[in-house]
T-cell receptor, first 113, second 106 residues
Framework: EAGVTQFPSHSVIEKGQTVTLRCDPI?????LYWYRRVMGKEIKFLLH????????ESGMPNNRFLAERTGGTYSTLKVQPAELEDSGVYFC???????????FGDGTRLSIL | QKEVEQNSGPLSVPEGAIASLNCTYS??????FFWYRQYSGKSPELIMF????GDKEDGRFTAQLNKASQYVSLLIRDSQPSDSATYLC??????FGSGTKLNVKP
């Protein structure tokens, strides 16, 4: 069984540019989560999809962040325009059901210059 | 107040000893609790999950949950140098603590 895959593994962009992160969950996992870890801080929840629907997006920092999961398969997280404080590692995770163990991808390390 | 609190450590234990990692949480209604291990530069990896009060054992790992006191702990018996990592407590599936760094010295 393939695990959660994220792309790219590392992205370096300039302030003001746009970046799109992609997550492919484990096949059959309806629940997909996005997290961010800023250096030295805890992993912060961003949002939760159940299939293609946003179940909880209370952790999204502001309207520069847009997440989609068209068709209920892979998900994208777009940051537009990127700001310096958006730097960090963005993790995606998936699970069969909510409140069940999550499987994490390797993360995308985003650096904003 | 943070949802989940963990001592950042580092917690140092000699090889073969028991490592005890603790986590407290603020939402009394929380029903699901998870322990993840994260090696430096890697993604979190699930170790244990527990839903009911009491102990749950899996190999060298034991998770303990006390809902009345709002804490969950992870015991690692016969600690090995390969157990050296950051251990993350997660509550309700997606609220994470900042992690406790564990060093197991040979």
């Amino acid at each position: 069984e393939a695990g959660v895959t994220q792309f790219p593994s590392h992205s370096v962009i300039e302030k003001g540019q746009t970046v799109t992160l992609r997550c492919d969950p484990i096949s059959g996992h309806d629940n997909l989560y996005w997290y961010r870890r800023v250096m030295g801080k805890e992993i912060k929840f961003l949002l939760h999809f159940v299939k293609e629907s946003k179940q909880d997006e209370s952790g999204m920092p502001n309207n520069r962040f847009l997440a989609e999961r068209t068709g209920g398969t892979y998900s994208t997280l777009k940051v537009q325009p990127a700001e310096l404080e958006d730097s960090g590692v963005y993790f995606c995770a998936s699970s069969h059901g909510h409140n069940q163990p999550q499987h994490f991808g390797d993360g995308t390390r985003l650096s904003i210059l | 107040q943070k949802e989940v609190e963990q001592n950042s450590g580092p917690l140092s234990v000699p090889e073969g000893a028991i490592a005890s990692l603790n986590c407290t949480y603020s939402d009394r209604g929380s029903q699901s609790f998870f322990w993840y291990r994260q090696y430096s530069g890697k993604s979190p990896e699930l170790i244990m999950f527990i839903y009911s009060n009491g102990d749950k054992e899996d190999g060298r790992f034991t998770a303990q949950l006390n809902k009345a006191s709002q804490y969950v702990s992870l015991l690692i018996r016969d600690s090995q140098p390969s157990d050296s990592a950051t251990y993350l407590c997660a509550v309700k599936g997606f609220y994470f603590g900042s992690g406790t760094k564990l060093n197991v010295k040979p």
